[in-house]
């Protein structure tokens, strides 16, 4: 199964920059493309931008988050049911901005992760430590929380990944380490063994200012089945590198 790199553009490009992108991106590196399964998560008003240019091609995409309903009266909420129709693959769930900034709680993860699965969208569920944790050794207690939250009951027969994010890396330029990476990845493929033993096509995704010159050496460490990343998916040159290095 190939490894996966998935974009997460966060709140940034609207539909025509959004077309520009996906077509420089289909318009060459076909052979490379295909080693990798690429994912494209959008703004919601790229949604149906990236289902024109991407529904007759292996490249999956998504919202960055859905509400756990289907329809109703949630103003401004985006509808998993909806992400479907319109074509939608996947979706993310548990970002850590939806935590810290939206106060998301692992309650919330679970219901997301229910509503992506019920609607036959891939959930990529999303987890990590603040830099407070980690520095008073809390990192497996946040990871084991965040996890035992969202991952319970039927959630676990179905397809889904696991984006590990420490928050300290995201946006800030600060990588973890190859080291950081393989104790974080262990111990979630550990977790995962044994609380989801049924779960074999998941995979564990690193993200967290992963650019074109640590994806190679970060690509390698044990566990690691793919990347989801921010800054470095918005340009084409430098999402194609990372494909590259990762070769
Ligand atoms: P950066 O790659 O910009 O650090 O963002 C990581 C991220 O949050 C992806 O979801």
Redesign the pocket.
Known sequence: MSFIV?A?W?LNKGPKEAESFFQEFLSGNEALRSEFETLF?VPAVDLVTANAFLEDTPVGWGPQNIYFEDQGAFTGENSPAVMKDIGATHA?VG???RRHIFKEADGDTFLKMKAAIRNDLIPVL?VGETIEERKVGHTFDVLKRQLSGALKEDVTTSLFHV?Y?PVW?????EVASPGQVAEAHDFIYSWMAEHCPQAKGSKILY?????PDNAGELSAVDHVGGF??????LKVESFIDILKACR
């Open positions: 998935a997460n966060k998560f993310l970002h850590s901005e999303c984006a994010e890396a995201i946006g800030t330029g993200g967290g200012s992963v650019k989801l990343v921010g800054g470095a998916s």
